[in-house]
């Protein structure tokens, strides 16, 4: 059964250092979304991505992120200069077109330090 | 705005034995609902949803949810719990017109032997 992937599984980091977080969707899939889980906190929405555009974002994301999908399996997030208050289980999404079943990965543990 | 109400952090039960997780929305206008599991270690699985139609969902192995609109309830339920049901269960809600979701803050069910 396909299903999405996100690497790496824990990464730690400095404060002030950038990141990246690596997703590949499932393969037929055209819609794509970040979302996060401050440890003990609710999953939240950060981004909605769909034809190298993204559609929808949250507050979160703000100029600090970004997202990109660089090929045509990647689909990657990035933090230019991560604060403390971003370590959180990041999670990747994807979905066959709008409306439907989100399918996630298993997340991206990130600790800044 | 949306919001969804998961009220109960943890719930311990004994194997066999039924039971319910409650979920509690708020939304100015109709909405998609949903459950999502997360096992150990694991990525968010999609449960079920609810889309239209007939109010009473069921999942492959053995859960349902009813939604309740005048009570603005989703809640699931299971007749008879089994050990590997042992997960952090998450209702999440959508509007129609957008792909976010937004979840609650999840109910950890523990099934002892």
């Known amino acids: 059964e396909p299903e999405v992937t996100q690497t790496p599984s824990h990464q730690v980091t400095q404060m002030g250092q950038e990141v990246i977080l690596r997703c590949v969707p499932i393969s037929n899939h055209l819609y794509f979304y970040w979302y996060r889980q401050i440890l003990g906190q609710k999953v939240e929405f950060l981004v909605s991505f769909y034809n190298n555009e993204i559609s929808e974002k949250s507050e979160i994301f703000d100029d600090q992120f970004s997202v990109e999908r660089p090929d045509g399996s990647n689909f990657t997030l990035k933090i230019r200069s991560t604060k403390l208050e971003d370590s959180a289980m990041y999670f990747c999404?994807?979905?066959?077109?709008?409306?439907?079943?989100?399918?996630f990965g298993p997340g991206t543990r990130l600790l800044v330090l | 705005a949306q919001s969804v109400t998961q009220l109960d952090s943890q719930v311990p039960v004994f194997e066999e034995a039924p039971v319910e997780l409650r979920c509690n929305y708020s939304s100015s206008v109709s909405v998609y609902l949903f459950w999502y599991v997360q096992y150990p270690n694991q990525g968010l699985q999609l449960l079920l949803k609810y889309l239209s139609g007939s109010t009473l969902v069921e999942s492959i192995n053995g859960f349902e949810a009813e939604f309740n609109k005048s009570q603005t309830s989703f809640h699931l339920r299971k007749p008879s719990v089994h050990i590997s049901d042992t997960a952090e269960y998450f209702c999440a809600v959508s509007e129609m017109d957008t792909d976010k979701l937004i979840f609650g803050t999840g109910t950890r069910l523990q099934v002892f032997p």
């Open positions: 999404a994807s979905s066959g077109s709008s409306g439907e079943t989100q399918y």
